[in-house]
């Protein structure tokens, strides 16, 4: 918020004294500037009001949510639903259902870090024959919907045993199965020049060395930018949780959340809201902190959300 | 596959014999196919296989213990009769055809807005960005429906003005347009999309424009949109292929019911209550395969369509 003050500097040799058209323009534009930053900042407001809503709102006294007292803080400013909410469900504390989010969510990046970036190496860097047509074949996973697969994967996991645990949830990430980070470190990999593995080469490097000690190096931009997409869109996952998991010890947020909903039945609208932001703190947390790779990373690279 | 010319063009200054040559194509692809071995594993044990074993189940009646029985194309054909298979189709088409076109709009006005050199630019963005962050989080469904339900903000807003139209999360003729609400409120990630798009446009085309008189309306049509049509081209492709696979915010919002009355009965929550709570294994997958095939055409007729439309001239991406 500190950004809302529109200094326009005053073209050096004007003075205030000697009328100049040159001050006129500067008025005019410092009446458009203003114009702009009250447009903007309405839209803002308009914009972050639900999450502002949600924040207040996990303050407040149960009465107080959308009952008659419609201001957004309430004076009855306590932490009660916050108690509430880490008490946990059924018997289960939020601490765990955090553990399991993170478990999930580690697991997530160590294994899209590991093998994007190997399986990107193979793409933007060595010839072999069949290239082509792989990469052809990875771009299309890109635009297919995930629907066409949960079921037959579902089948196999169940009859291999492993629904209930977390090895449907995370072994797609260590087989490189979000096509989309494959996708972006091949387009970084593609920019950063070749000379770098000739020269590598002639020294006697292989691909294993070139790999780790040329361009792992080089991509951390890359890497950290599918690290952080990773964990967000690990810790939001629902429809993976929902499908794989049976037993509430085991359970990340999303579904935590989901019991909590089923077993108040709006009864508590303040304690789910305030579990609700505090499944949302580490994402806002990591927003604040990474907002410009996340950012960047979407206008350069075209990520979603 | 024999005689590639492109390849090792590096050794050709070393005037390498054949053998070598040929010994450093065979220890490429072998390396080639190490290093994609995980992205080839899951391709092929968590794409293709799953995609044909689908493929296979949505021609049987499957319910996960028994085993598969041959059916034809008997689930396809139900599917036409099943009135909540076409109100989930409804539903989805009506979320897709208003509710993209809303939210690209609004990206594409507020990326123009945001598109000049005054400062602030960074906050805006990440402020407008940080929705399409949360918005599709079970969390911030559980928000949706508290602000959108009886009594709630939206519903005590608008009283203010003397609409009085009482909670929307119970009242089927007003969830889709909460839904699209939702949906729409992401704007951000498109948005930040176009302002990059937007920067590539050079600025003396705007003033070559001005000096001849065009006013902002000829220079969106004829700067704008042109310059800018494989960015839209990109949002509107990906959006719309997104749109169609909606699930949690519907699933928390209507209870995993799709209620009330199915206005929230979106396809892919239909799947889901098909597959995994009647266990219609087969029925689900046909439904699966039919989505794959929309989508696929869909996609078609948008890179079809493109050639009349999409401008890619230079360097403009």
């Known amino acids: 918020m500190t950004t809302t003050a529109t200094p326009v500097q005053s073209t050096p040799g004007t003075t205030s004294a000697d ?68 008490d946990g469900i059924g018997g289960v504390s939020t601490l765990t259902f955090f553990t399991n989010s993170l478990i999930l969510a580690v697991g997530a990046v160590v294994g899209t870090v590991l093998s994007a970036s190997v399986s990107a190496y193979a793409f933007a860097r060595i010839n072999f024959p069949g290239r082509g047509l792989f990469f052809g074949m990875m771009i299309a996973t890109l635009l297919l919907p995930f629907h066409v697969v949960i079921i037959p994967q579902y089948i196999v996991f169940q009859q291999l045993g492993l629904v209930d645990t977390y090895v449907p949830l995370l072994i797609g990430k260590f087989l490189a199965a979000d096509a989309f980070f494959v996708f972006l470190m091949v387009q970084f990999m593609r920019g950063l020049p070749a000379e770098l593995d000739e020269a590598a080469r002639i020294d006697g490097a292989g691909h294993v060395r070139i790999f780790r000690s040329i361009m792992l190096p080089l991509m951390k931009p890359a890497l950290i930018s599918t690290s952080i997409f990773s964990f967000i869109w690990s810790w939001n996952d629902f429809l993976g949780p929902l499908l794989y998991l049976n037993t509430p010890e085991k359970y990340p947020l999303p579904l935590a959340l989901r019991l909590f909903v089923d077993q108040t039945q709006s009864s508590d609208y303040g304690a789910m809201i305030a579990m609700s932001v505090l499944a949302l703190l580490p994402v806002l947390v990591f927003f604040l902190v990474f907002q410009r790779y996340i950012v960047e990373g979407v206008s350069t690279q075209g990520l979603k959300g | ?168 999360v119970g009242n089927p003729n007003m969830t889709m347009g909460m839904m699209i609400l939702l949906t729409v409120w992401q704007f951000g990630a498109p948005m930040v999309i176009f302002l990059a798009g937007l920067k590539q446009i050079p600025a003396d085309l705007y003033e070559a424009a001005s000096m001849d008189g065009a006013g902002p309306v000829r220079k ?97 991406k």
């Open chain 1, 19 to 86: 009328y100049n058209p040159k001050s006129e323009s500067v008025t005019a534009k410092r009446i458009k500037s203003a114009i702009f930053h009250i447009v903007a900042l309405a839209l803002v407001a308009m914009v972050l009001y639900p999450a502002l809503w949600m924040i207040a709102s996990a303050f407040k006294p149960n009465s107080e949510i959308g009952g008659a007292n419609n201001a957004l803080w309430s004076s009855n400013f306590s932490f009660d639903n916050f108690a509430t909410a880490m």
């Open chain 2, 1 to 168: 596959m024999t005689q590639s010319p492109t390849l090792s063009r590096r050794s050709q200054s070393s005037a390498p014999s054949q053998p070598r040559k040929s010994r450093r194509r065979g220890a490429d692809a072998r390396a080639g196919y190490t290093f994609l071995l995980p992205w080839l594993l899951g391709f092929i044990a968590l794409t293709v296989g799953p995609m044909i074993s689908s493929l296979y189940l949505s021609f049987t009646n499957y319910n996960l213990f028994d085993a598969p029985k041959w059916i034809g194309l008997d689930n396809y054909t139900t599917l036409f009769q099943d009135e909540r298979f076409l109100q989930s189709v409804g539903v989805t088409l009506n979320y897709v055809v208003v509710g993209t076109p809303l939210k690209l709009a609004a990206a594409l006005a507020v990326a123009m807005l945001l598109n000049s050199k005054r400062k602030g630019q960074g906050f805006y963005r990440s402020a407008f960005y940080a929705p399409s962050l949360i918005g599709a989080s079970v969390s911030i469904a559980i928000v949706w429906k508290a602000m959108f339900g009886d009594s709630g903000p939206v519903d005590q807003g608008l009283s203010f003005f003397g609409i009085n139209l009482g909670g929307w």
């Open chain 2, 220 to 316: 969106f049509l004829n700067i704008t949109w042109p310059m800018l049509s494989p960015v839209i081209f990109f949002n509107l492709l990906m959006e719309t292929i997104h749109a169609f696979q909606i699930f949690a915010s519907a699933y928390i919002i209507s209870n995993g019911e799709g209620g009330p009355a199915g206005s929230t009965l979106f396809y892919t929550l239909y799947l889901y209550l098909r597959g995994f709570s009647d266990f219609r294994m087969g029925y689900a997958s046909a439904m699966a395969w039919l989505l794959v095939i929309v989508v696929g055409i869909i996609t078609l007729i948008f890179f079809k369509t493109s050639k009349s439309w999409v401008h890619y001239s230079g360097d403009s």
